[in-house]
């Protein structure tokens, strides 16, 4: 009988775990709509893509600058084998076909203004870890008011999500979609191609509020440690240092969401 680190024993392969975009699915087709126009427009230059799990259920947190970035993030982490659901306006649903893809494909709507602590956000979230997928969540709640287009004040959605139901968030920068589409403008740029350069980093440590009271000060402290971790990344793909305050909307008489000058 041979022994056990008998090196002709046959071991069983370890079975490679199958991306999530090669089982078929409503994304098949949102791909095949999406991602050849979108790399008409932009090719992406990512760095430490390997920070981005392949598998398990993740927050995903990036920076919010401009109106096409959902697009942008999707083709993201699709090259990256991951199947990108939003927390997306609810006013979307509503559009005929639109809102047909974005339920199909388990898009999560949000109420304007209601942020992610709604019933059905958040049972949403629980299904995302029951079935191992990702979300995508803009702390900022809305494209960044900054006149210099750094991270603003974040809300407490994503940050909540992540402590009440332990999903880690893995926070995302990128820088270079302006190009394509500045903030709030109508028009979008396809030539000359533009690069948008990525950046992933480690999940955000947030032990130091497990076990708190999530009351409003708790999470506000939590989102801190979230933007931090987002704008650290945009300082390094910008190579400069983003202003010692976050921008504060109501500090500068500025609506939270809509459209603004400036």
Request: charged letters at 25%; zero cysteines.
């Amino acid at each position: 009988m041979s022994h056990p680190e008998d090196p002709a024993v046959q071991r069983p392969p370890v079975k490679r775990q199958r991306s999530e975009k090669s089982r078929p699915s409503i994304f098949w087709v949102l791909a095949g709509l999406v991602v050849p126009i979108g790399s008409l427009m932009a090719r992406f230059r990512m760095v430490d893509r390997e920070k981005m799990p392949r598998h398990g259920a993740y927050i995903v947190a990036p920076n919010h600058y401009s109106e096409i970035d959902p697009v942008m993030v999707g083709m993201v982490l699709w090259h990256l084998g991951r199947l990108p659901r939003f927390l997306a306006k609810d006013s979307l649903f509503r559009i005929p076909v639109v809102g047909w893809f974005l339920r199909k494909s388990g898009q999560v709507p949000v109420a304007r203004g209601g942020g992610a602590r709604g019933a059905t956000t958040l049972d949403a979230a629980q299904k995302i870890i029951e079935e191992g997928r990702i979300v995508v969540v803009y702390p900022e709640g809305s494209l960044t008011r900054d006149p210099d287009m750094w991270p603003m004040r974040g809300k407490t959605g994503a940050a909540r999500m992540a402590l009440e139901h332990g999903i880690p968030v893995i926070p995302m920068a990128h820088w270079g979609t302006q190009q394509v589409m500045a903030r709030y403008s109508k028009k979008i740029s396809f030539f000359p191609r533009k690069t948008i350069d990525v950046k992933f980093g480690d999940p955000v440590d947030l032990s130091a509020f497990e076990g708190r009271n999530l009351d409003s000060a708790t999470l506000a402290e939590a989102t801190a440690v979230i933007m931090a971790a987002i704008t650290a990344l945009l300082e390094d793909l910008r190579g400069e240092k983003a202003p010692a305050e976050r921008w504060d909307p109501s500090q500068h008489n500025q609506k939270e969401t809509g459209r603004f000058d400036g």
